[in-house]
Structures are given as structure tokens and as C-alpha cells.
């Protein structure tokens, strides 16, 4: 892992200009029955950071916990470094989405995240969090939904690295940002993936090699048009079909 192009993000202080008030992203990262009173304590508490530049760290394996992070703008990936000191990555964030969760178990971040393009988080300090949560019931049932979510989701990536074939793990990747692209009411069939060739095949298990053929092969097929990292789902049933479909 090439560490020494990541820089350390220090968050701002809190400005007016940025509010979950004026966030585009609001109706994905907060409950939709919080009213304006409520929505004001909660951005009292939340750090909203200048815009993180390109691989530059949020937080690192290792440092206490202490916030969890709403994506605002651009895009974030979670990574360990295993015992063979090769990065292994967890997940891709996009706006709307929250993560640092993996650090309330043992009070200390398990992973490292980082931007992928220029981006911006707020932070959310969790114990600010918890305090309020106990006067709005409803952001606490919030909480608590995009917590299971998330161990949903990391149940379900288990099962997909387990048992699945390299054609039904990118199709289900590319299903999975189609969904994501959805719920932010932005084309679900024209998507620009963040990431890399080499980051998709580290976080699915493959070869870049792999992963290079199934896209080629998708491609072709006219199920994808794909352009470096540019991908459009031409025809997306055919695509839900290859899920199910092993293939290599």
C-alpha cells in the first residue's frame, strides 16, 4: 500500500454556510419526521470540514473513536492493513451515506478511510450524538436503522466474497451503485465509479486481470457500455440475471 500519499484531515470549525437545512443529502442521512426545531439542534452539533482533496485520511485504524461521518459531496473508501501489510478495502461511501461505525465496538476505529476524489464529510461527534438522541426518540430509531444497515450490508458482502463468481460479484457491484445513484435521485443507469480497476478487484477478491475480462466480456455482450470509469447499464435485466448466473 502506497501510505505516503495520504494526508491526515483536520476538521474545521463549524460554519453557517453548511447546514443539514441546505444539504441535497439530508433526506438519506437524517429522519424524514425530524422538524426544523430538531433539525437545529442536531446542526449545532455536526462539523462540517473544508473539502477533503484526494486520498487525503479521515480517520486512521487504531485512533480512538470518537464521530461517525454523513459523505456530503464525492466519495470515501474504508480499508485495513492486513498482517502481510497489504490494504484490504471494506467499502465505498457515497453522499448520503454514513459511516465510522466500526469503531463504537472497541472505542477505537478498526479501519482507515480516506477520500477517492475531492470530497466533503460532516462530523458527527457520536457522544454529542448519543445526548441527544435521549430528547429526540426519532433520531435515535434513526441511528439505530443505518447501524443494522450497515451490519446488513456487511453480512451481505460476506456472502458475496464467499460464494459468488467474479461475473456475479461485479454485476452485483454495479447493481449495488446503480441502487445507491437511485436513492440520490441521479441516474441509475449512467454511473461514474470512483474507484479504481485495482481498488473494485481488491475489495470483490479478484485479479485485476479479472476484472479488466468480465467488464470487457459485459461490454460486449452489450450488457454495459464502459468507458474507463465511466459505466452504462444498457440493459439491466440482463445484468440482475448474471447474479445468479455463475461465470467467471
Given at each position: 500500500m502506497d501510505t505516503n500519499s495520504t494526508t491526515q484531515h483536520t476538521p474545521s470549525q463549524p460554519t453557517n454556510l453548511i447546514n443539514c437545512q441546505t444539504c441535497r443529502m439530508s433526506n438519506l442521512c437524517l429522519p424524514l419526521a425530524i422538524d426544523a426545531q430538531e433539525l437545529y439542534k442536531l446542526d449545532e452539533l455536526i462539523r462540517?470540514?473544508?473539502?477533503?482533496?484526494?486520498?487525503?485520511?479521515?480517520?486512521?485504524?487504531?485512533?480512538?473513536?470518537?464521530?461517525?461521518?454523513?459523505?456530503?459531496s464525492g466519495s470515501v473508501k474504508s480499508f485495513?492493513?492486513?498482517?502481510?501489510?497489504?490494504?484490504?478495502?471494506?467499502?465505498?461511501?457515497?453522499?448520503?451515506?454514513?459511516?465510522?461505525?466500526?469503531?463504537i465496538a472497541e472505542d477505537q476505529y478498526q479501519t482507515t478511510a480516506i477520500a477517492l476524489e475531492t470530497?466533503?464529510?460532516?462530523?458527527?461527534?457520536?457522544?454529542?450524538?448519543?445526548?441527544?438522541?435521549?430528547?429526540?426518540?426519532?433520531?435515535?430509531?434513526?441511528?439505530?436503522?443505518?447501524?443494522?444497515?450497515?451490519?446488513?450490508?456487511?453480512?451481505?458482502?460476506?456472502?458475496?466474497?464467499?460464494?459468488?463468481s467474479?461475473?456475479?460479484?461485479?454485476?452485483?457491484?454495479?447493481?449495488?451503485?446503480?441502487?445507491?445513484?437511485?436513492?440520490?435521485?441521479?441516474?441509475?443507469?449512467?454511473?461514474?465509479?470512483?474507484?479504481?480497476?485495482?481498488?473494485?478487484?481488491?475489495?470483490?477478491?479478484?485479479?485485476?486481470?479479472?476484472?479488466?475480462?468480465?467488464?470487457g466480456r459485459l461490454h460486449k455482450n452489450n450488457i454495459l457500455k464502459v468507458n474507463k470509469r465511466e459505466v452504462e447499464i444498457l440493459d439491466k435485466k440482463r445484468l440482475e440475471n448474471l447474479t445468479t448466473t455463475s461465470g467467471n
Open positions: 462540517h470540514s473544508n473539502p477533503l482533496q484526494p486520498r487525503e485520511t479521515i480517520f486512521s485504524s487504531g485512533t480512538p473513536f470518537t464521530s461517525i461521518y454523513a459523505v456530503r485495513f492493513i492486513d498482517p502481510d501489510n497489504h490494504e484490504q478495502i471494506t467499502g465505498f461511501y457515497l453522499p448520503g451515506e454514513i459511516f465510522g461505525w466500526d469503531g470530497s466533503s464529510v460532516c462530523e458527527i461527534p457520536y457522544d454529542k450524538l448519543e445526548q441527544l438522541s435521549d430528547t429526540l426518540p426519532e433520531i435515535k430509531r434513526h441511528v439505530m436503522k443505518l447501524i443494522s444497515r450497515e451490519i446488513n450490508s456487511d453480512q451481505q458482502f460476506i456472502a458475496l466474497l464467499a460464494g459468488f467474479a461475473q456475479q460479484k461485479l454485476a452485483s457491484l454495479i447493481l449495488s451503485f446503480s441502487d445507491r445513484m437511485a436513492r440520490q435521485k441521479r441516474s441509475p443507469t449512467r454511473l461514474w465509479l470512483p474507484m479504481s480497476r485495482i481498488e473494485i478487484s481488491n475489495y470483490l477478491g479478484l485479479t485485476i486481470e479479472t476484472v479488466s475480462r468480465v467488464f
